[in-house]
């Protein structure tokens, strides 16, 4: 069974609404709909500390995150937009992957490989563009895969003010994406469990 | 008289519509009620070369252009969004610009010092922060000033498809950040012409 | 046979000699190694039109170069980095590309959909990291995959003004990220070959 | 006399030894000279709540900061660079500052008006234009003006590991840039606490 592990980087700890975090639940059930086991931290519930390693010691949550998403087969990240960019949770959360960069396996994989990235953005107004930009090179960095068309998306027009989580319902396209981004992170995440990238 | 010059970075040579070109003239509309000379050049129409010299030779129209540019206390950058960035026009432009740091006058300073620089961005859906970034970056690398809030856009909803010459008049955001950047760039220009910056 | 096109975005028109395709040559001599076919565009030395159709008519050389994109297996982007950003010619490329969200196989899947994508990156100073965010993000958007690791890159410290054709042979680490482009972008090329994904 | 607040944004808690922190004290060093007023907060030391308020109430490290940053004419962000971008203390930074967007004068003005911002950049390898790029978009956003290369960095070579603390001595070429961005940012927080923005 497939495993997919959601990190929303909502600035707003529980239990508020968030609409990074809605965003995520709707991703998670296109998972769920097709067989896969899933879990969602909402990370800035948990003590996530500053830093590059694995484990920043003391109190550090990160750690017991990390497990998860190394069982994980997908990794889906779910962000808000704050002045066109990505929410400051969700780059601790890339900074904290960036230890696994030296962490391989038996033959020197890093752990990360064959794992797939999903995306989730949502804003009041534009930014998705540039989150996925930066979120999916930094993925990419420590060894995770982009499936095509891999992100969902939601923003309102210029300088508008409504959350996501406001609509009436989720808008066609913003479904539209979301389940191309279930279908293709599930077939790529296959793919690559049964047939891993070679040893470098 | 303060001097402003707009290069438009559609994708489209004229005398078809562009929504970029249009934003651009908005925004010379609100220069030239305040007693400034504007000028405007749909730079595809042109032949600017690629490269990163002044003057690429052989019937390269960008000298001819940025006559006019050096001539001006502001310039104005109106640019399209494609895949959530700027145009390759735009692009084009920022590389041509590169050239202006090995020029300098008798006392050591860019001929781009004491410039100030303006943004106008449109899109269907986003990009305008990202485009911002980047364009902004490029421009005072070489030189320029952004004043505060020296930006003006609209974008659609996500996914959207509307033009923003389309749209039924001006919407009243753009209408105020239009505003704004005008007086913020006139201001700046004013000072900067009289006290420019020392040379370094 | 695996068939892997190169599209090298250099300024400079053939035939100076090149940083970036130099480094395209080096990654394409690592997938002619595994057996692969290769091609290689300099996009500057071809009349590539500005715009975002598949043809924009009358001289355009983008259908010829698109054909052969079309019938490769491996995507691979090679830019320079010019204020810390891609090339224009680049910028054009993907702009190109953008066309492809309109064409569609028999079964409602983009022609790119299977194929992926790899970068290579070089400039005097900075900007590999950014530049890699913004063509994969493009790429992926138009239905490109990305694999881990999938790029080789190489510039020299701040403000520096060494080009890369002029190294003494080719630096270990970017020899490195070379191999493990090739191999991965490979393997998952061969991966999707045989299993595409899904009609969406 | 004019004051500088420099917000150190380096993911290491004192007493640790930082580059970030080392390249601001050198650019405050060069403030000194000139007779400003300097302080500077090594934000990671301080309990910044996420968020987007300009006090998140119970604790909350920001309203000192902000209070400091509201009484100088210089905002300078000093940022290391972690895969290729800004450190997410920066991002949180700049996602308080957002709340300067609903801060006004009586007379309408953004109390972030007529202050100017400088930055400096730091990491074993690339980033720096990029950081600069949405550093500085963020504070145009948020009222802040940029003077001309307003940024002073360093970084090495592509995959290099040599950190700027540990380097012989200060790098000519970023000597350079710190000498400009100090001289450029005081001439035009000279000029506009003399002459503020008009309110709009």
Redesign the interface.
Known sequence: MTSVTALVCT??PSPAASSSQLLAEQVLAGFAEKGCETSLFRV?DHDVK???QKDMGDGDAWPAIRARVLASEVLLISTPI????????C??V??RL?AELSEKDDEGR?L???KVAGLAVVGN??????V???V???L????????????T????????STDYKDLDGV?E??A??T??LV??CL??AD??AK?P??P?
Request: hydrophobic residues 40%.
């Open positions: 600035l707003t800035v500053p830093g590059v704050w002045m066109g960019q990505m929410s400051s949770v780059k601790r890339l900074e960036d890093l990360t490989y064959g107004e534009d930014g998705a563009h540039a996925t930009a930066e999916f090179q930094a990419n960095d420590v060894g995770l895969t982009q499936p095509a068309a891999a992100v998306y939601w923003h309102g027009e210029a300088m508008g808008p396209k913003t539209g994406t389940k191309t279908a293709n077939h790529l793919l690559l047939d990238y070679p470098s």
